[in-house]
Each structure stands twice: as structure tokens, then as C-alpha cells.
Nanobody, 124 residues
């Protein structure tokens, strides 16, 4: 069993930065791939970024590539999402997720554990 708790969301002006954290409990954290997803009202939750258990491979949605960086610290059971050059369209509730996803890093149904989400609001 893995429990995930996100933090670091908030209100920021366009062009600014935020760093989201996702703290995990459970001994098997380091064995899972970790992902970040986001959702706005009326829209489906969408993939943002993912990182393999070894941190050797990272993946990004085209919309955030070059602006967001995902990282993890297995010793601290924490995954991070550094978000730079934020845009109003990045406004959403951001969720972290953990799972054994194989090649399907952007597919939600392969992630077994989810956090409660943290709100990110980017003003123009």
C-alpha cells in the first residue's frame, strides 16, 4: 500500500515558478514509476510527466516539455515537479500517482495509487 500527499500548489503570476512535491508512504515507493497528471473543471485528467523508479528515464507531455522537470528522491520517498515559465493554461489541480506502468507511462489506468491533488493557479 502506498499513500501519496501532494503539496506546493498555489497562486503564481504567468512566467513564474512553482515546485510541487509528492510525499509517499510505504516501503515499495522506490519500485514504482511516478507520474504527475492535471485536471481542470469539465476536462479529462491529462498526463503531465512521469519518471521511472531508477530516475533514469523521464517523460513529458508536449505542452510542458522544456518548462517542467520531474525528479525523485527515493531516500526521501518524494517526487517533485519543478514548473517554470508557467502559463495561465497550466492552471489545474495536479495529482501525483504511483504504479507499475510498464511502457504506458501516460495512461492513467495503469497507476494504482493517487494523491488527493493540489491546486495550481496561474494568473495572467
Amino acid at each position: 500500500q502506498v499513500q501519496l500527499v501532494e503539496s506546493g500548489g498555489g497562486l503564481v503570476q504567468a512566467g513564474g515558478s512553482l515546485r510541487l512535491s509528492c510525499a509517499a508512504s510505504g516501503r515499495t515507493f522506490s519500485s514504482y514509476a511516478m507520474g504527475w497528471f492535471r485536471q481542470t473543471p469539465g476536462k479529462e485528467r491529462e498526463f503531465v510527466a512521469a519518471i521511472r523508479w531508477s530516475a533514469a528515464f523521464t517523460y513529458y507531455a508536449d505542452s510542458v516539455k522544456g518548462r517542467f522537470t520531474i525528479s525523485r528522491d527515493n531516500a526521501k520517498n518524494t517526487v517533485y515537479l519543478q514548473m517554470n515559465s508557467l502559463k495561465p493554461e497550466d492552471t489545474a489541480v495536479y495529482y501525483c500517482a504511483a504504479g507499475s506502468v510498464g511502457d504506458s507511462v501516460s495512461t492513467q489506468r495503469f497507476y494504482k495509487y493517487w494523491g488527493q491533488g493540489t491546486q495550481v493557479t496561474v494568473s495572467s
